[in-house]
């Protein structure tokens, strides 16, 4: 009987894991009040900050929650699209296009992604969102770098540059995002405009 209710109990403890993350995600979302305390997370998940403990020891362990949850969506799908797409130009719009749509999706998430629920926490937990997008560029210019041999093309700009470029643009999208309060999304004439930087990008 023991044995059948431990994986119970640790799926409940998952499952208000998630809770918590969940409810941060809403509040960042909806954050007008400045920055979030354990205080004010406690009264949307409706437990006692004490209950919030018992399943985060930090509230930057809270934060590393939600960047693990951008990193594992991110970087699991852009190896998915780096498996089944070959060409150039195909995996950086899929890629680039993953990005713009995970923030379009995820709100709340943008303000960590553009640093600015990070503002005051754990200087940690800001290098740890530029690593995200560090690791993004990075693959963004190996699929640059790769063209040439891949494809017998060359990238018109030098590759570090083209990879700034490119991810300069998607973060430049997300920020505005942010900055309209989630009404200018990001994906919005993306196809258009990507268009029209992939027939520059590759000859």
């Known amino acids: 009987m023991q044995e059948q209710q431990q994986p119970a109990k640790r799926k409940k403890t998952a499952q208000r894991r998630d809770e918590i993350l969940q409810a941060l995600a ?31 020891p930090s509230k930057a362990s809270m934060y590393e929650g939600l960047i693990e949850f951008i990193e594992e969506s991110l970087f ?14 195909l995996r950086c719009e899929h890629l680039l296009t993953l990005v713009l749509a995970f923030a379009e999706h995820n709100p709340g998430l943008c303000r960590l992604l553009t640093g600015e629920a990070l503002v005051g926490e754990d200087e940690e937990l800001r290098h740890r969102i530029t690593r995200v997008f560090d690791r993004i560029e990075t693959q963004i210019k190996q699929v640059l770098r790769e063209t040439e041999i891949r494809e017998g093309r060359k990238v018109a700009l030098p590759a570090t540059a083209a990879a700034s470029m ?38």
């Open 166 to 203: 490119l991810l300069a643009i998607v973060e430049g999208r997300i920020v505005q995002f942010v900055r309209s309060d989630f009404r200018r999304r990001p994906t919005h004439e993306w196809p258009i405009q990507w268009a029209h930087l992939a027939e520059g990008l590759v000859h």
């Open 26 to 56: 809403h509040m960042l979302e909806n954050q007008h009040q400045g920055r979030i305390t354990t205080a004010m997370l406690a009264r949307e998940v409706g437990v006692s900050e004490a209950a919030l403990y018992r399943h985060f």
């Open 76 to 89: 699991t799908r852009i190896n998915l699209i780096l498996k089944e797409q070959t060409g150039t130009l």
